[in-house]
Nanobody, 122 residues
Framework: QVQLVESGGGLVQAGGSLRLSCAAS????????MGWYRQAPGKQRELVAA???????NYADSVKGRFTISRDNAKNTVYLQMNSLKPEDTAVYYC????????????????WGQGTLVTVSS
């Protein structure tokens, strides 16, 4: 009933920038928090940044001052602007959203995107 589609990943040199986007679609009634997670090879998935529907944000210590999360509630879209990228930022980045949907019955869903690969070369 709900899909999250990410875009914007790719290969960039250290010090460069990328902007990730994630658009939610489907039988969405409302979206509470949206966020970005990442998973590097051999490591657990970790929270990168999150934003509430009201615009409150939190960030992993490792990305504070370099990454900025934002959202467009009218478009059900969340963004992650990544600046001053480092090789250790290399990972698959996943979008996440706390969605309340109504498709016949209504319910809550912890939705995930398929992931987008970010590779930072040194």
């Amino acid at each position: 009933q709900v899909q999250l589609v990410e875009s914007g990943g790719g290969l960039v040199q250290a010090g460069g920038s990328l902007r990730l986007s994630c658009a939610a679609s489907g039988s969405i009634f409302s979206i509470n928090a949206m966020g970005w997670y990442r998973q590097a090879p051999g490591k657990q998935r970790e929270l990168v940044a999150a934003i509430t529907s009201g615009g409150s944000t939190n960030y992993a210590d490792s990305v504070k001052g370099r990454f900025t999360i934002s959202r467009d509630n009218a478009k059900n879209t969340v963004y992650l602007q990544m600046n001053s990228l480092k090789p250790e930022d290399t990972a698959v980045y996943y979008c996440n959203a706390d969605v309340y949907y109504c498709s016949g019955p209504c319910g809550a869903l912890d939705a995930w995107g398929q992931g987008t690969l970010v590779t930072v070369s040194s």
